[in-house]
């Protein structure tokens, strides 16, 4: 596997991966995220047994998965920049940057079961409508970013 991606839209996706890939995981495997790269796609899936975080980004590359330790990949891309970085399983590389990473096989990292999963909808006009209805409670400018969203039930919406 050998993918080309902006680092910054890299670091944004690992910011939020790493919120749940914790680097002091018990299971090692848990501190890293799941890289996937096909059909100029860049998965990056994190999970705790609890929680799991999916997102995608357009990339160029040769295709294939690992796992590689979250936190390390979030720091080198954030000093990379907004530069192409070449991520492999073993090294990112950017600018005047080159970095080692830790990797482990793809088949060790926990997938969801996607297949028993539940589909669920809402209109974006009812969401609004709730969305109206609740923004008593919110208030809209204080420093704690999470009170001036709503939660609604495993997803947060900042009004």
């Known amino acids: 596997m050998k993918v080309f ?13 790493c ?12 501190s890293h995220v ?8 860049l998965t990056i899936t994190a999970n705790d047994g609890k929680r799991t975080y999916s997102e995608w980004l357009k990339a160029d590359g ?17 000093a ?7 991520l492999q399983p073993e090294s990112i590389s950017g600018g005047k940057s080159k970095l080692q990473l830790s990797s ?19 209109t974006a006009e009812r969401l609004c ?3 109206k209805e609740l923004t008593y409670a919110t ?14 039930g495993g997803c947060l919406l900042y009004t």
């Open 34 to 41: 799941a890289v996937s790269f096909d059909d100029g796609l």
């Open 19 to 30: 919120k749940i890939a914790k680097p002091k995981a018990m299971n090692p495997v848990m």
């Open 139 to 152: 208030p809209g400018n204080h420093w704690r970013t999470m009170i001036n969203g709503l939660h609604l």
């Open 80 to 86: 990379i920049g907004d530069n192409e970085a070449t």
């Open 129 to 131: 409508e709730v969305a």
């Open 5 to 17: 991606v902006n680092a910054r839209d890299l670091a944004a996706v690992m910011k939020s991966a």
């Open 104 to 122: 482990g096989h793809y088949s060790e990292f926990p997938q969801p079961d996607y297949e028993s999963g539940t589909d669920v909808a809402v």
């Open 62 to 78: 040769d295709a294939g998965r690992c796992t590689i330790e979250a936190d390390k990949l979030m720091r080198a891309c954030m």
